[in-house]
């Protein structure tokens, strides 16, 4: 099946009020292209580098997501122009956001990465540190970045039942942080970044309004 064919078939099962981020990483700008003609408007990377090559060649009109875990030093290559930073996973990490998103005049989106897989390998916080930054004056001093949800991984397994629990909890969670934080000039929950091509169903299902979709859209890829 085409890319355009692919886009549409997900576009039929995922309700309208759910954003779809067609995950682009490793594809070349013809794919984008191609969903892009296809109406798609939306898409993420995982790497700064590749995405700010992209961001170059690419339509203005397209808003990049960046979905992979970020460096500090490499933020100041993609502020000019991303739209929503996706695994932000520490206070350490948003305040060089805030700096780099300062210099460029504008605001930054972002969600805060939550670690709800039982793999150890996936980034994320936990909810004690995700309360720590809410809560700490740095946080609140920030006029250039604005948390607007959370994000999270399930573990990479067969085992639906567990996915549905880990992706439960991050909902939980969102919905425990939106009522025990009031909504301020840099915090307004409203997005819930989960779900990806082997999951996305189930993620909807237990609340995800946001779904990043990559090898069911641009087929499967050669590397990660
Ligand atoms: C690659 C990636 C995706 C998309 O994965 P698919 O299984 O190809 O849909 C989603 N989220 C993140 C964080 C990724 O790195």
Redesign the pocket.
Known sequence: MSVKENLIHIKKEIPGDVTL?A?S?TKPNEAIIEAYEAGQRVF?E?KIQEMTDKWEALPKDIEWHM??HVQRNKVKYMAPFVSLI??VDSLKLLKEIEKQAKKNERTISCLLQMHIAKEETKFGMDENEVKALLTSEEFKKMEHVKVIGL?G?ATFTEDEKQIKEEFSSLKALFDSIKSNHNTTENLDLKTLSMG???D?TLAIECGSNMV???????G??NY?
């Open positions: 981020v995950v990483k993420g995982n979905i992979g996706h695994g994000m991984m990806m091509s082997g996305y990043r979709i990559g090898s069911s859209i641009f499967a890829r990660n």
